[in-house]
């Protein structure tokens, strides 16, 4: 079981990530926003950040990089969970560190064998 966050600022899609990893046995926190989860990040520690990119307040790429730049994040798996598909902006995604990208809509078994997969190191 891992602990992960999951940061969308939708509710429905919040509530859709959430009860696909809770039903594979993880705990799930979310947030709405970068910023609410910047906070919960520096307060607590999780094996996987999943974020959505365009969010009010604090972007998930930004939200990548300030993760980054805090040494208990340093190497923890941040997934960017989003619509978006273009080239340039998982260019972004990968220069602020992220571990890897998924477009939206998800396949609950895909997202789950990329969890698996992130996950193996810290099994280890």
Known sequence: MASILAVDDSPSMRQLVSMTLRKAGHDVHS????????????EHGVDVVLTDVHMPKMDGITLTAELRRLPSYRFTPILVLTTESAQEMKMRGKDAGATGWIVKPFDAEALLRILDRVLEPKRN
Not at 31 to 42: Q, R, V, Y
């Open 31 to 42: 947030a709405e926003d970068g910023t609410d989860a910047l906070s919960f990040a520096k």
